[in-house]
């Protein structure tokens, strides 16, 4: 049986992460023992992608509106706007 190492998104350490369950969309959950935080490696929505936020601060710290980020990024105009109130 071939053994899949999965980084923590968080803390991005390989050891003491394991299986956590499936999310109801089926993906995989992982439990990251070393920061207790959960995390799967594919989400269905788009918001939910490591990254998004910073990519999100980015766009309008360049001049992009809330519109312009929703459609570049394939997310909805009002998880921009609910990101940038943070
Ligand atoms: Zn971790």
Do not use: W
Request: hydrophobic residues 35%; glycine residues 6%; aromatic residues 6%.
């Amino acid at each position: 049986m071939a053994v899949i190492q999965v980084a923590c998104i968080h803390c991005q350490k390989t050891d003491n992460v394991v299986k956590n369950g499936k999310a109801y969309t089926g993906h995989q959950r992982y439990l990251c023992r070393n920061c207790n935080k959960c995390f799967q490696l594919e989400y269905r929505y788009n918001a939910n992608q490591p990254g998004t936020h910073e990519r999100i601060i980015d766009m309008a710290m360049n001049g992009s509106g809330v519109r312009d980020t929703a459609r570049v990024l394939r997310i909805s105009p009002n998880t921009v706007v609910a990101h940038l109130k943070n």
